[in-house]
C-alpha cells in the first residue's frame, strides 16, 4: 500500500500540476496545458478512466525590471503598473488506454491593469492619477495527448511521458475597455497585451515528463513544455507606428515555454500527504521557432523556487503550490533591437551608440490551488516488477 501511495504522490507532481503559468505579469505568459494531474492508485489513468480538476491561480506584478535589474524609481515615483490576475481552469482528463490519455482545458481569466497619467490640468504640479482596465473572459482552449514511454503496469520507480497539444485561439485577444485619457474623458481602448484573455494564434505543442525513485521515499521529477504560435500577429492594435518601425505597432502572438525539476516525499503513516520542492523556468522568447518576428511582444523569463504540498483522500487531491521568482529578466526584444539599429544608424561614433530595451513588471510570487476527482474503476493495487524499464 505505501508503493501505491508513493505512486500517487509522483502522479501529482509529475503528471499533474496544470499549472496556470502566468507568473510574468507584462511578460504575458498565459496558461500552459497537457499536464494534467491524475488522482488513482497509479500514476495513469486507466483505459476508460476518467479525470475531472480544476485549478486556480493569482499574482500580482508590480516590480519593473530592464534585464534582470530592477527599476525601483517606478515605485518610489507611484508610476509601476500594476498587474492583478485571477485564473481558472477547467480539466477533463480521458484514458484512451493504459498508457495513452486525452485532455482537454477551458480556461478563464479576470484581469486588471493598474496604471497612471498626468491629467492636462495636473501639467504643472506633475499629479499622477492612477486609474485601472480590465479584460476578462474565456481564454485559449488546449487539448492534446500524453504517453507513457514504458508499460505504468510493469514500473514503479521511473518513467517518461511525452505529449503534443493544440492551442485553439479561443481567447479574445483585442478586449477592450473605457481608458482614462489626459483630458479627463474615457476613450474605449484596446487593453495591452499582458491582460488579453488570448495571444490570437493557433499554436501545436511538445511536452516531457518523468520521475525516477532516488532513495527510499524521495522521488526527483521533471517536466517540460514548449508552445509553438506560427502566427506572426494577432493584428490588435497596439500604438501608431515610428518611421522605419512598421509592424511593431501590432502585437505578435508568441511562443512560450516552461521547465520544472525538483524533489518530493510523501510523509505520514498513511503518505497520502506529499511535500515538494522544485525548481522552475517559463518565458517568451524574443524570435519565435516559425513564423514572422515583426510584432510587439515583452519577451523574458523567470527562475523560480516553488514549494508545494499535496493531499489524497479517496479519488480527491488536493495541491497548493507557491512559486517564489528568484530571478526575472526582461530581455531584449525584436522590437528594441530594431529600434536600436535604426538609431545607430545615423551615429558615426560608437561611443555614443544607443542600447535601446523594454521593461516589464514581474510579481514576486503567484499562488496556485488545485483540485481534481478521478471516476472509474474500484481503486485496486496495480502489477509491477519494480525497477525503471522492467
Known amino acids: 500500500m505505501n508503493k501505491i501511495l508513493q505512486l500517487l504522490t509522483i502522479t501529482i507532481l509529475i503528471n499533474g500540476i496544470n ?3 502566468k507568473a510574468q505579469g507584462c511578460v504575458a505568459v498565459r496558461q500552459m496545458g497537457g499536464m494534467n494531474g491524475l488522482s488513482s492508485s497509479s500514476y495513469n489513468l486507466e483505459k476508460g478512466e476518467v479525470q475531472v480538476g480544476v485549478n486556480y491561480r493569482y499574482f500580482h506584478s508590480f516590480r519593473h ?4 535589474e530592477e527599476q525601483p ?3 518610489e515615483l507611484g508610476n509601476a503598473v500594476n498587474i492583478y490576475s485571477h485564473a481558472i481552469d477547467l480539466n477533463l482528463t480521458y484514458g484512451l488506454s493504459d498508457r495513452l490519455s486525452a485532455y482537454v482545458t477551458l480556461p ?3 484581469n486588471e491593469r493598474s496604471q497612471t497619467l498626468t491629467l492636462t490640468k495636473d501639467v504643472a504640479s506633475k499629479a499622477l492619477t492612477r486609474y485601472s482596465v480590465y479584460a476578462k473572459g474565456i481564454s485559449d482552449v488546449r487539448f492534446g495527448l500524453n504517453y507513457w514511454l514504458i508499460n505504468p503496469k510493469k514500473v514503479t520507480k521511473g518513467n517518461l511521458s511525452i505529449g503534443v497539444g493544440i492551442k485553439l485561439a479561443t481567447g479574445n485577444y483585442s478586449a477592450t475597455d ?4 489626459t483630458d479627463g474623458t474615457l476613450k474605449n481602448s484596446v487593453m495591452d497585451q499582458a491582460i488579453q484573455p488570448g495571444d490570437g494564434g493557433v499554436g501545436f505543442s511538445i511536452e516531457l515528463q518523468g520521475f525516477k525513485a532516488i532513495y527510499k521515499n524521495i522521488y526527483g521529477f521533471a517536466s517540460g513544455y514548449y508552445l509553438f504560435n ?4 494577432n493584428g490588435s492594435f497596439k500604438s501608431a507606428a515610428k518611421k522605419g518601425l512598421e509592424g511593431y505597432e501590432i502585437y505578435a502572438s508568441p511562443d512560450q515555454y516552461f521547465a520544472r525539476a525538483g524533489l518530493m516525499m510523501p510523509v505520514g503513516k498513511k503518505h497520502n500527504l506529499t511535500f515538494s520542492l522544485a525548481g522552475r523556468l517559463e518565458g517568451i522568447p524574443a524570435y519565435d521557432a516559425f513564423g514572422g518576428q515583426v510584432a510587439f511582444r515583452r519577451p523574458g523569463y523567470v527562475i523560480a523556487i516553488e514549494p508545494g504540498v499535496t493531499y489524497r483522500s479517496g479519488h480527491h487531491t488536493f495541491t497548493l503550490f507557491v512559486p517564489n521568482n528568484i530571478v526575472r529578466n526582461r530581455i531584449q526584444s525584436a522590437a528594441d533591437i530594431a529600434s536600436e539599429n535604426l538609431q545607430n544608424s545615423v551615429i558615426t561614433d560608437p561611443t555614443k551608440y544607443v542600447h535601446v530595451q523594454g521593461d516589464a513588471a514581474f510579481a514576486d510570487y503567484s499562488i496556485n490551488l488545485g483540485y481534481s476527482y478521478r471516476i472509474g474503476k474500484k481503486m485496486k493495487v496495480p502489477v509491477w516488477n519494480g525497477g525503471l524499464g522492467k
Open 19 to 21: 499549472y496556470n503559468s
Open 65 to 68: 525590471f530592464v534585464g534582470t
Open 73 to 75: 524609481q517606478r515605485q
Open 108 to 110: 478563464y481569466v479576470d
Open 178 to 181: 473605457d481608458a482614462l485619457q
Open 230 to 233: 506560427p502566427r506572426e500577429s
